[in-house]
């Protein structure tokens, strides 16, 4: 996810299905996808939830980061 939206072209590829980005967002917490900065695979194969309004440097080495 980045924002709000489903990047559905990367989810396929990385085959994580919405049904676990729901879950994840539940348990992060987040009850409006509004509230959503982007949702990340990370290397060890976590997915992180990150809200809306973090500070960018955080993310330089997300590919696609939005700057």
Known sequence: MLGPD???DAMRRARVAEDEIRQLLRLGGIGDRADVGCVVLERTGQISVVRAGIDES???DVLRTPR
């Open 6 to 8: 489903l990047r559905r």
């Open 58 to 60: 955080l993310l330089v």
